[in-house]
């Protein structure tokens, strides 16, 4: 039996240009489900999405604080992500981070800072909690807050507060209206207490 092998070459071409074409309306559409996401974020709180394709910012102002909500499904060298960025008055330049126990983050050397537990064992099973001010740290993480940060546990976030920046960050594209509500609210709900706390 002879295999003509410039058939299989043009075989090859068909079948890479239906898997590139099919990748491009996958990607075209879940752009489409993340924007009418943000769409409808911009309906309850004003500002507005800019960005194309992919790489999308829900921008909005809360309490004269500008707050960005980013969000990139991901590439072959990056992973996927969501993230709330607000940049704040952190007046003793206070930082913060809290992860998630079973993430291997090399954090807190480059900061200087050590790990505290807030006396909710709940919370602190999950969580790691590192930061330059103990007291800071147990008056800022209310139970509201201990509560709102435990139901983000299962997306792996990681809240990080360094100089005057806010960041609320997961490890994936959000696609649903309530789980982007559960973003935004909780790093609002942070950003309030830190107002409080100033």
Known sequence: MDIDVSLLYEYFWIFLIAITTLLIIYSIKVSKKVKKVLENQVLKRGGNVSGFFSNLKLTFDHNGKKVILSTFPGSRYTSPYTSVDIDIDNLGNRRLIIYEKSLMFSTGKSFDIKKFQVGYDLF??????KGNDEQFVLNMLTPSIQDRLLSL????????LDHNHLNLNMPRQLKKEEDCDLLIDTALLIVDRLDELQ
Request: charged fraction near 30%.
């Open 124 to 129: 602190d099973d999950g969580f790691i909690i």
């Open 153 to 160: 546990r299962s997306y792996h976030i990681r809240l990080t």
